[in-house]
């Protein structure tokens, strides 16, 4: 397993969490641009962590930033701040090694849950979730969720925004390095028709400090992507239909 994890300021919790990770291939922390030592913490307890420096701001950008590092055959995302359950790591392999493409963790199958989501968040959730599934044919019962394992060698299938472009001068977060890439990937690879299982995970609380989250605008992120990855689906199919037409009229 290769681990990503986003951190922006994270050092308390990463002193929590790292020691509680268990034994895996690789671990890349991409590092956000923090003031608080989370780099230098990452190091002390993890000598042979992978870091690596943001160009853009952003969770989305951070996680593209890191999947261009991982060496190992399964990836998975797993957020800075406690909320997820590094025990459950192994829910998630046996998931792909079952047969899944993409094992999506979820806070409303039985087994799971959450003691950190608000009303305000539950009801979004629910709202962008059944949009999902009309949208694309899926069955989720979780969307906006980031405890999520593939396999590493599906990365070039979810054709990210180039990490490694500096974002222009005055230029506001650019789409897909926010949080709403998440629903992003659950969206292309449901698009590629590949095996999805949901896990059930157990949302914990943060240990210290402040989510970077913001619910309402956040959403309208989550919202503006699902409309955005269904036109795109449209017009890939208009594109194939057209080539294939040029196809049979030149056989």
Not at 32 to 61: F, H, I, W
Not at 170 to 178: C, E, I, Q
Not at 245 to 251: H, I, S, V
Request: hydrophobic share 45%; net charge negative; aromatic share 8%.
């Amino acid at each position: 397993m290769s681990v990503v994890i986003p951190a922006l300021n994270e050092a308390r919790n990463l002193r929590e969490v790292l020691p509680a990770l268990p034994p895996v291939h690789q671990v890349v922390l991409v590092d956000g641009g923090s003031v608080d030592g989370t780099v230098e913490t990452a190091r002390e307890l993890l000598p042979d962590v992978v870091v690596v420096r943001q160009a853009r701001r952003g969770k989305g950008n951070a996680l593209a930033a890191g999947f261009a590092e991982v060496s190992g055959d399964v990836v998975v995302m797993f957020d800075a701040d406690g909320s997820a359950d590094p025990g459950e790591m192994p829910r998630f392999v046996e998931a792909l090694v079952e047969g899944a493409d993409f094992a999506k963790g979820s806070r409303f199958r039985p087994g799971g849950g959450s003691a950190d989501i608000t009303w305000v968040r539950r009801l979004g959730n629910r709202f962008l979730q059944t949009w999902m599934n009309r949208s694309f044919r899926t069955r989720f019962t979780d969307l906006c969720y980031g405890y999520n394992a593939f396999w590493a060698d599906l990365v070039p299938l979810l054709d990210l925004p180039d990490h490694d472009l500096a974002a222009p001068d005055g230029a506001g977060m650019l789409w897909g390095d926010g949080f709403e890439i998440e629903t992003m990937i659950s969206c292309r690879f449901a698009t590629a028709g590949l095996t999805i299982t949901e896990v059930p995970s157990v949302e914990r609380r943060r240990i210290h400090g402040e989510s970077n989250l913001r619910a309402v605008s956040d959403g309208w992120r989550v919202l503006r992507t699902l409309r955005t990855e269904r036109a795109r689906v449209r017009r890939n199919t208009a594109l194939d239909r057209a080539l294939l037409g040029q196809t049979a009229t030149a056989d």
